[in-house]
C-alpha cells in the first residue's frame, strides 16, 4: 500500500515559525524539528531540482557502518537566494549538515545549515521575511 | 495571424501560454530595470558600514523615499510577521489554528473534510494554487503592468494571474478557474480588486479553509512606503462563511528576480524515488484521481 504525502506541519524556529512551512515528499515522514543533528559525511550526490533539491552523504555510524542518509532542501529559487547554486557540492567532498531528522528514525533528513570544505557556511534558506530586529 | 496557434486574442488571453507570450517583453524590460535598481543600491551603500548600520539606513530611506502610489511592479516577499494579531493566520499551521474564521456549519464540515486531504497530500496533485492560496504561501510574487491589467507572477508552481483595468465589466461566459476572474480600478491611492469565477477547486489556505463557487473576494492593495506592500482581504462566500471576513497581509519589495518553480509529476516522482532508494520506504501515491477534494463546494 502506497503511503500518501503528508504534510509536515513542523516548523522552523524563530520567525520561520510563523513563516516557514516544509513538507516531506516521501514516506510520510514529519522532520524532528527539536532535536537537531550535525552528520559530516562524504557527498554521494547532490540533486538540483524542483521541487526539492537532495544532497546524498555516506556517513558512519557509531558502529563504523557507512549509511547513506537522503538530506532534503527547499527549492532551488529558495537555495539561489541563499548562496546555493548548482555546481556547490561535488561527490567525494566532505561536508558537515545540520539537520531536522526524520521522526521516523530513517537516514532522511531537512537541511537547517551547510559547512562546506573550505568551511564557509550556508543555511538551508529563507521562506518570507524575517522581522527586522533579527536581520 | 489568425491562424497562429500562438497568436493571443482577447478571448486566449486566459491560456497560460498567451499570458507567458504577451508578458515576456514587459519582463525584460522590468528585469533590466531592477537589475539596475540593484547595482544601483550596491553603488550607493556606505563602504565600511556594517552590516547592522547599513541595514537600518536602508530601512530609513526606504520609509521616507519617493514612490508612485499606484505603481506596484516589482518582486514582493511575504512578511507575515507584519499582519496584525488577533486576525486568522493563514500559515498558523499548528493543526488548531485560532482564531477560526466564521464558519458556517457546512463550511465547518468542508474544513474539517478538507484537513485530511491536506494531511494525506494535496501535493502531488499540482493543482494550481490559485487565489488566495498562493498569497498566503511563503514565496515572492512579482507584479508587471501591462497596457490594460496588471499580471501577478507567482514564484510558487510559476503562476500567473490577471487583474483587468480596462473598465471591463465581468464576461457573460465566464468558464470558472483556479484564479477566479479580476477585475481592478483605483479609489485614490488604494488599487481595489474584485474576484468571483473560482472553481471551489482549491483551498483558501494552507490550513484547508473551503472555497465556494460563489466566492467574492475583494483586495485593497496599497504601497504602506517604498518597500511595503499591503493587503486587505475580504472573504464573502456565504455557503462556507456566516459573514465576510478578513486578513491583513504585508510583502517587502526585492531586489532579486524570480526563479522557475513550476509543479511537475515528473519531478515529484524523481524526487520521490531518490529518497526511497535511501529509506526503502512506499512513495507517494499518484495514483489516485486528482482535482476532486473532499470538501469542495461545486455547484
Same mark, same amino acid.
Given at each position: 500500500?502506497?503511503?500518501?504525502?503528508?504534510?509536515?506541519?513542523?516548523?522552523?524556529?524563530?520567525?520561520?515559525a510563523?513563516?516557514?512551512?516544509?513538507?516531506?515528499?516521501?514516506?510520510?515522514?514529519?522532520?524532528? %524539528?527539536?532535536?537537531?543533528?550535525?552528520?559530516?559525511?562524504?557527498v %554521494?550526490e547532490?540533486y538540483?531540482?524542483?521541487?526539492?533539491?537532495?544532497?546524498?552523504?555516506?556517513?558512519?555510524?557509531g558502529?563504523?557502518?557507512?549509511? *547513506?542518509?537522503?538530506? #532534503?532542501?527547499?527549492?532551488?529559487?529558495?537555495?539561489?537566494?541563499?548562496?546555493?547554486?548548482?555546481?556547490?557540492?561535488?561527490?567525494g567532498?566532505?561536508?558537515?549538515?545540520?539537520?531536522?531528522?526524520?521522526?521516523?528514525?530513517?537516514p532522511?533528513?531537512?537541511?537547517?545549515?551547510?559547512?562546506?570544505p573550505?568551511?564557509?557556511?550556508?543555511?538551508?534558506?529563507?521562506?518570507? #521575511?524575517?522581522?527586522?530586529?533579527?536581520? | 495571424?489568425?491562424n497562429?496557434?500562438?497568436?493571443?486574442?482577447? *478571448?486566449?488571453?486566459?491560456?497560460?501560454?498567451?499570458?507567458?507570450?504577451?508578458?515576456?517583453?514587459?519582463?525584460?524590460?522590468?528585469?533590466?530595470?531592477?537589475?539596475?535598481?540593484?547595482?544601483?543600491?550596491?553603488?550607493?551603500?556606505?563602504?565600511?558600514?556594517?552590516?547592522?548600520?547599513?541595514?537600518? %539606513?536602508?530601512?530609513?530611506?526606504?520609509?521616507t523615499?519617493?514612490f508612485?502610489?499606484?505603481?506596484?511592479?516589482?518582486?514582493? *516577499?511575504?512578511?507575515?510577521?507584519?499582519?496584525?494579531?488577533?486576525? =486568522?493566520?493563514?500559515?498558523?499551521?499548528?493543526?488548531?489554528?485560532?482564531?477560526?474564521?466564521?464558519f458556517?456549519?457546512?463550511?465547518r464540515?468542508? @474544513? #474539517?473534510?478538507?484537513?485530511?486531504?491536506?494531511?494525506?497530500?494535496?501535493?502531488?496533485?499540482?493543482?494550481?494554487?490559485?487565489?488566495?492560496?498562493?498569497?498566503f504561501?511563503?514565496?515572492?510574487?512579482? =507584479?508587471?503592468?501591462?497596457?490594460?491589467?496588471?499580471?501577478?507572477?507567482?514564484?510558487?508552481?510559476?503562476?500567473?494571474?490577471?487583474?483587468?483595468?480596462?473598465?471591463?465589466? @465581468?464576461?457573460?461566459?465566464?468558464?470558472?478557474?483556479?484564479?477566479?476572474?479580476?477585475?481592478?480600478?483605483?479609489?485614490?491611492?488604494?488599487?481595489?480588486?474584485?474576484s468571483?469565477?473560482?472553481?471551489?477547486?482549491?483551498?483558501?489556505?494552507?490550513q484547508?479553509?473551503?472555497?465556494?463557487?460563489g466566492?467574492?473576494?475583494?483586495?485593497?492593495?496599497?504601497?504602506?512606503?517604498?518597500?511595503?506592500?499591503?493587503?486587505?482581504?475580504?472573504?464573502?462566500?456565504?455557503?462556507? @462563511?456566516?459573514?465576510?471576513?478578513?486578513?491583513?497581509?504585508?510583502?517587502?519589495?526585492?531586489?532579486?528576480?524570480?526563479?522557475?518553480?513550476?509543479?511537475t509529476?515528473?519531478?515529484?516522482?524523481?524526487?520521490?524515488?531518490?529518497?526511497?532508494?535511501?529509506?526503502?520506504?512506499?512513495?507517494?501515491? @499518484?495514483?489516485?484521481?486528482?482535482?476532486?477534494?473532499?470538501?469542495? *463546494?461545486?455547484?
Amino acid at each position: 500500500m502506497k503511503t500518501k504525502l503528508a504534510l509536515s506541519l513542523a516548523l522552523f524556529g524563530g520567525s520561520l515559525a510563523a513563516s516557514g512551512l516544509v513538507w516531506a515528499h516521501h514516506g510520510g515522514s514529519e522532520y524532528d %524539528t527539536k532535536n537537531l543533528r550535525t552528520l559530516k559525511g562524504t557527498v %554521494t550526490e547532490y540533486y538540483w531540482a524542483n521541487p526539492h533539491c537532495q544532497i546524498f552523504l555516506d556517513v558512519k555510524d557509531g558502529s563504523g557502518k557507512t549509511v *547513506n542518509w537522503g538530506i #532534503e532542501t527547499l527549492a532551488p529559487a529558495v537555495l539561489k537566494r541563499a548562496g546555493w547554486n548548482p555546481q556547490l557540492l561535488k561527490p567525494g567532498e566532505v561536508v558537515t549538515v545540520t539537520i531536522a531528522p526524520s521522526k521516523k528514525g530513517t537516514p532522511i533528513g531537512m537541511i537547517r545549515k551547510l559547512v562546506l570544505p573550505d568551511g564557509k557556511e550556508l543555511t538551508g534558506g529563507e521562506l518570507g #521575511e524575517r522581522p527586522p530586529q533579527q536581520e | 495571424m489568425p491562424n497562429d496557434p500562438t497568436h493571443c486574442t482577447e *478571448n486566449r488571453m486566459r491560456s497560460h501560454a498567451c499570458v507567458l507570450k504577451h508578458v515576456t517583453t514587459s519582463l525584460c524590460a522590468v528585469m533590466a530595470l531592477l537589475a539596475f535598481s540593484a547595482l544601483t543600491v550596491a553603488q550607493s551603500s556606505p563602504s565600511g558600514a556594517s552590516a547592522s548600520n547599513a541595514s537600518k %539606513t536602508k530601512s530609513a530611506n526606504a520609509q521616507t523615499a519617493k514612490f508612485d502610489p499606484h505603481d506596484f511592479s516589482g518582486v514582493w *516577499n511575504p512578511a507575515p510577521y507584519m499582519q496584525p494579531k488577533g486576525e =486568522v493566520n493563514p500559515l498558523d499551521l499548528g493543526g488548531n489554528p485560532n482564531p477560526l474564521p466564521p464558519f458556517t456549519p457546512a463550511g465547518r464540515a468542508a @474544513y #474539517e473534510a478538507n484537513k485530511k486531504f491536506v494531511a494525506a497530500g494535496d501535493v502531488t496533485s499540482c493543482d494550481p494554487y490559485g487565489v488566495a492560496r498562493n498569497f498566503f504561501t511563503p514565496r515572492p510574487f512579482e =507584479v508587471i503592468n501591462a497596457r490594460d491589467r496588471v499580471l501577478q507572477h507567482f514564484e510558487y508552481y510559476s503562476d500567473w494571474r490577471e487583474i483587468w483595468t480596462d473598465g471591463r465589466s @465581468y464576461p457573460d461566459d465566464l468558464e470558472p478557474d483556479y484564479m477566479g476572474y479580476s477585475l481592478g480600478k483605483w479609489e485614490g491611492d488604494t488599487f481595489v480588486v474584485e474576484s468571483k469565477d473560482y472553481n471551489g477547486k482549491q483551498f483558501l489556505t494552507w490550513q484547508g479553509f473551503p472555497i465556494g463557487t460563489g466566492l467574492r473576494q475583494t483586495e485593497r492593495w496599497q504601497r504602506v512606503d517604498r518597500n511595503t506592500l499591503k493587503i486587505l482581504f475580504t472573504f464573502d462566500d456565504p455557503k462556507n @462563511y456566516a459573514k465576510p471576513w478578513s486578513i491583513t497581509y504585508f510583502w517587502k519589495l526585492k531586489d532579486y528576480q524570480l526563479d522557475a518553480h513550476p509543479c511537475t509529476i515528473s519531478q515529484l516522482r524523481e524526487w520521490d524515488q531518490r529518497m526511497g532508494h535511501v529509506d526503502g520506504l512506499p512513495g507517494l501515491d @499518484y495514483g489516485r484521481p486528482d482535482t476532486e477534494k473532499p470538501g469542495s *463546494n461545486k455547484k
